[in-house]
């Protein structure tokens, strides 16, 4: 190792403290910015590189200038649930940050046609205007941090090689074994690029089976069938065109909270409104209208427009608000849904009384 070398790692280890605390900001910034421009992302994750790290690699490449040439120091990596999402955090981060052409690179471009492995793309950046006029993010100012975007399946097979074979410090290249190592993980990687391909048809079938249930509704077909989470948003669809669905909250990055849609058709089962005919018959009472009327007016929204998660609270709270309370736990404590809901049960026992 040089002395430039050397030089570097003496102050990499003096400044690691900082270096971290930059990691963090470069995590929370990629985080935000893909929030912001509503990109579906599975997880973002950050690490500042050991000590130790910097200086295998140093020993290992021999860089001549590496103050400029080490870029991956922070790192920040972006999982997406499926590879046609990559595209769009791809995209954000260009459009957001100052990007070093020269040293990113999208490994999937580099694979032959036959070939199979790597997938990230790699993107070196820094900050630009407006986010270096932002005090948080001052110890980001002026340095080069790598962002890694790949799905969550090419996630697997990169941890996997990573440590068998990378990081491992094990030369395959040995007659008898070479040919069967690598020719096993290149069918592993070919294998899990197909079951990415194939997680992603699976969700567009959800969505034709969704979109076959829509068209049966706006028929008045199927009217009496129990609702399962499918035909939920197909009716929801389908009869309140105007608020937003579950599939346009997913699309815009804004997903309901996980695991609602169950609970939702529990809580409408519970409540006795599981079918077409009996929610549709109860969206129409002046109870649900005196609801939907408070809840928008609270969240400044036309009672159209309020979303499709908020119907199904609105509708069992108003008819029983016990259930809303046990079966839809994530809205328990909503101001706006608790207050529709008192307004609307007191113009149904009103209209009972009277």
Do not use: C
């Amino acid at each position: 190792m040089d002395s430039r070398s050397r030089r570097f790692i003496e102050e990499y280890e003096r400044d690691l403290l900082e270096t971290r605390r930059a990691t963090a900001v470069a995590g929370e910034l990629v985080r935000d910015v893909l929030l912001r421009r509503e990109v579906l992302f599975y997880a973002v994750t950050h690490r500042a590189k050991t000590t130790e790290s910097v200086r295998s690699k140093l020993i290992e490449k021999r860089y001549s200038r590496p103050r400029r040439q080490v870029t991956d120091v922070i790192g920040v990596r972006i999982i997406t649930n499926h590879e046609d999402e990559i595209e769009a955090a791809v995209r954000a981060l260009r459009d957001e940050f100052q990007v070093d052409e020269a040293n990113s690179v999208d490994k999937r471009e580099s694979l032959g046609l036959r070939e199979f492995g790597y997938r990230s793309v790699h993107i070196i950046a820094r900050l630009r205007a407006p986010h270096t006029e932002v005090p948080e993010l001052r110890p980001l100012l002026g340095r080069w941090f790598e962002i890694q975007v790949r799905s969550a399946v090419e996630n697997v097979w990169a941890e996997i090689e990573h440590r068998v074979v990378y990081k491992s410090g094990v030369d395959y290249k040995v007659k008898g074994y070479a040919g069967t190592v690598y020719r096993r993980f290149g069918a592993l990687a070919g294998a899990l690029e197909v079951v990415d391909k194939e997680f992603t048809a699976l969700r567009e079938a959800r969505s034709a089976v969704i979109d076959f249930y829509k068209s049966r509704y706006r028929d008045r077909a199927d009217d009496r069938k129990p609702f399962d989470v499918a035909r939920l948003f197909a009716f929801l669809e389908a009869e309140r065109p105007n608020g937003l669905s579950w599939r346009e909250a997913a699309a815009a990055g804004r997903r309901f909270m996980p695991g609602v849609e169950l609970d939702s058709i529990r809580a409408l089962k519970a409540a006795r409104l599981n079918t077409a005919r009996s929610l549709r018959a109860m969206m129409r009472t002046r109870a649900f209208e005196a609801a939907a009327l408070a809840f928008a007016t609270a969240v400044g929204v036309t009672p159209a427009e309020i979303s499709h998660l908020a119907v199904v609270a609105l509708a069992v709270g108003v008819v029983r608000p016990r259930v809303l309370e046990t079966d839809l736990v994530p809205l328990r404590g909503d101001a706006a849904v608790e207050g529709a809901v008192r307004a609307g049960h007191a113009e149904l026992m009103r209209r009972r009384r009277g």
